[in-house]
């Protein structure tokens, strides 16, 4: 069946430190990534994605990694700032659906 | 640019009752899905518009309904409202042609059922 299972549910890490959240999918034919960030009272907001032909991207202080082979991929947090704290989602695409599969998300803490 | 709006921001109904929610798409996208965020879960996908038809459906009831409208706005209509129907409604909007799998979400409706 179509699931991403998403770990740890909680993370607080001090400022400064690194924050990784990892995902696990079990559809193999599921080919993008999204990450994105939920903040209190708004919307889901692409921070960054994968497609399944890349193994890592980066964009300034988040990376994702994936492996295809083990069905997992990673977001990975550096110099946390606490602006970074809120719930973060990640997600798997299904070409053959039309749908993306959340993760039930991480609330990251970021202490001063 | 403005990105995807959805209204109302906040609507309370009584069970039983009807509710419509609104999802204007950002510029140059053409596909709108909906998805229903209960407190403290992920998004769970309802159904998606694309050319002013249903293309996909999640597992929700006959309940929920839309339509999609030439403009590419779109509708999300809920029939006897059950308790269990409060949450945060979400629409995101893809730009089919291109990457369609890339859905920018909107702010919500956030639906309380009494």
């Known amino acids: 069946g179509e699931n991403v299972e998403q770990h740890p549910s909680t993370l607080s890490v001090q400022e400064g430190d690194s924050a990784v959240i990892k995902c696990t999918y079990s559809?193999?034919?599921?080919?993008?990534f999204p990450w994105y960030k939920q903040e209190l009272g708004k919307g889901p907001q692409l921070i960054i994605d994968?497609?399944?032909?890349?193994g890592e991207k980066k964009d300034q202080r988040i990376a994702v990694t994936l492996n295809k082979t083990a069905k997992h991929f990673s977001l990975h947090i550096t110099e946390t700032q606490p602006e970074d704290s809120a719930v973060y989602f990640c997600?798997?695409?299904?070409?053959?659906?039309?749908?993306?599969?959340f993760g039930s998300g991480t609330r990251l803490l970021v202490r001063p | 640019d403005a990105g995807v709006t959805q209204s109302p921001t906040h609507l309370i109904k009584t069970r039983g009752q009807q509710v419509t929610l609104r999802c204007s798409p950002k510029?140059?996208?053409?596909?709108v899905s909906w998805y229903q965020q209960a407190l403290g879960q992920g998004p769970q996908f309802i159904f998606q518009?694309?050319?002013?038809?249903?293309?996909q459906r999640g597992n929700f009831p006959d309940r929920f309904s839309g339509h999609q409208f030439p403009n590419y706005s779109s509708e999300l209509n809920v029939n006897a409202l059950l308790l269990g129907d409060s949450a945060l409604y979400l629409c995101a909007s893809s730009p089919t042609l291109v990457r369609e799998e890339t859905q920018y979400f909107g702010p919500g409706t956030r639906l309380l059922v009494l």
């Open positions: 997600a798997a695409w299904m070409d053959s659906s039309y749908k993306l599969i």
């Open positions: 994968i497609r399944s032909n890349v």
């Open positions: 510029s140059g996208h053409d596909t």
């Open positions: 559809d193999s034919a599921s080919n993008y």
């Open positions: 518009y694309y050319e002013e038809e249903e293309r």
